[in-house]
C-alpha cells in the first residue's frame, strides 16, 4: 500500500500507517487459518478445474478457485524524483493525501473529469490549486469545467506539461514546458497531484479472461464470477469509479463468497462449468426483493451474517 496514512477507513477516528493497516488484515487472516505467501507472481494457468499459479520462487501453487486482485496502477509521469518524492508532495489519490495540504499552494495535473474532481475536492484545504494541462481548454465534461471555472481557488497553466520535479526530501516546485513554445518557468508548489488515468494490473490475464475496452475484468452481473469457471475479480481490477480501501475489501469478501459458493457447487459435479452455473443460481436464489425506505422496492442479495 503505497498511502502512507489512511484517514478514510472505518473504524479509526484517528487515521491508520497503510502498513499498520495491512498488518492488521494479515494477522487477522492467519488467525483464521489462511497462509499468506509474500512474493511476484510470473505466471498463471486458469484452464481446467486445477488452476495454478507460479511465483517468482518457481513454486507452483494449486487451487480450484482463483480470486484476481492486481488492481489497478496509477499512470505516472514518467520524470526522475517522481517516485522518490511520492509520499512527500507527490501523491495520485486527493481523498487519501489532501488533508495534509492545507494552507498550501499545491498543483493537479491533467484535463479529464477525474483531475477537475480531485482539484476541486483539495479547495477544501489547498490556499490555491493549479491545474496543469497540455491543451488550452479542458477534456472534461461541460460541468465540471464550468465547476473549475467557477472556483475562486482554481488557477490553470494552460499548454503546459510537467518538465522537471523538484526538491529535496519534500516537493519545492515543479518546472512546466509551454507545448506551443517549448519555453520553461518554475512553479513553486509543495503538492502535486497526477491524475492522468488509471491502468488495471490484467497482465498477467490478457487474453485468459474477458476485458473491457480500458483492460478492466468483466464480471458477471452483481457478482465477482469471471467468464472463466472458478475465476473471481474483485477491486480495483473491475472498479472503474470509486478506488477506496473500503469499497476493495467489499469487493474482496463478495469474491470470497462467490468463491465460497462455487466450491460447494464443485462438491456436486465433476464439472467445473457446471458448478459455475450452480453458483450462480444459487446466487440469483438468495437474491430477493425488500422494501425500499422511501416507498419503492429495491432489489439486494441476501447473505448470512
Not at 492545507?102 to 473529469?113: K, S, T
Not at 491545474?131 to 490553470?156: Q, Y
Request: net charge negative; proline share 3%; with cysteine.
Amino acid at each position: 500500500m503505497n498511502t502512507t496514512e489512511v484517514e478514510n477507513f472505518p473504524g479509526f477516528k484517528d487515521g491508520i500507517m497503510g502498513p499498520d493497516l495491512m498488518d492488521g488484515m494479515r494477522a487477522q487472516a492467519e488467525r483464521f487459518g489462511a497462509e499468506l505467501v509474500t512474493d511476484d507472481v510470473t505466471a498463471v494457468d486458469l484452464t481446467g478445474e486445477i488452476k495454478t499459479v507460479t511465483d517468482g520462487e518457481g513454486t507452483v501453487h494449486r487451487a480450484r478457485a482463483v480470486v484476481l486482485a492486481m488492481g489497478s496502477a496509477y499512470r505516472e509521469l514518467g520524470l526522475p524524483r517522481e517516485k522518490e518524492l511520492s509520499g512527500h508532495g507527490v501523491s495520485w489519490c486527493a481523498t487519501c493525501d489532501g488533508f495534509f495540504f492545507r494552507d498550501q499552494d499545491i498543483a493537479v495535473v491533467g484535463g479529464g473529469d477525474s483531475a477537475i474532481e480531485e482539484a476541486t475536492f483539495l479547495t477544501k484545504f489547498a490556499r490555491t490549486v493549479t491545474i496543469i494541462h497540455r491543451r488550452d481548454a479542458l477534456r472534461a465534461s461541460k460541468i465540471m469545467a464550468d465547476r473549475a471555472h467557477g472556483n475562486d481557488k482554481i488557477r490553470f497553466a494552460w499548454n503546459s506539461e510537467v518538465a522537471q520535479i523538484h526538491g529535496e526530501g519534500k516537493l519545492s516546485g515543479v518546472t512546466l514546458r509551454d507545448t506551443v513554445t517549448g519555453e520553461e518557468r518554475d512553479l513553486a508548489i509543495t503538492g502535486l497531484f497526477v491524475a492522468i488515468g488509471h491502468d488495471p494490473r490484467n497482465e498477467l490475464v490478457t487474453g485468459v479472461v474477458d476485458t473491457d475496452d480500458a483492460g478492466y475484468v468483466l464480471v458477471d452481473g452483481r457478482s465477482t464470477r469471471t467468464n472463466v469457471p472458478g475465476v473471481f475479480a474483485c477491486g480495483d481490477l473491475v472498479d472503474h469509479t470509486y478506488r477506496q480501501a473500503i469499497t476493495a475489501a467489499g469487493s474482496g469478501c463478495s469474491a470470497a463468497l462467490d468463491a465460497e459458493h462455487y466450491l460447494a457447487a464443485l462438491e456436486d459435479t465433476s464439472s467445473p462449468a457446471e458448478a459455475a452455473a450452480e453458483a450462480a443460481v444459487i446466487d440469483e436464489t438468495d437474491a430477493g426483493e425488500i422494501p425500499d425506505p422511501r416507498g419503492a422496492t429495491a432489489e439486494t442479495v441476501g447473505a448470512d451474517a
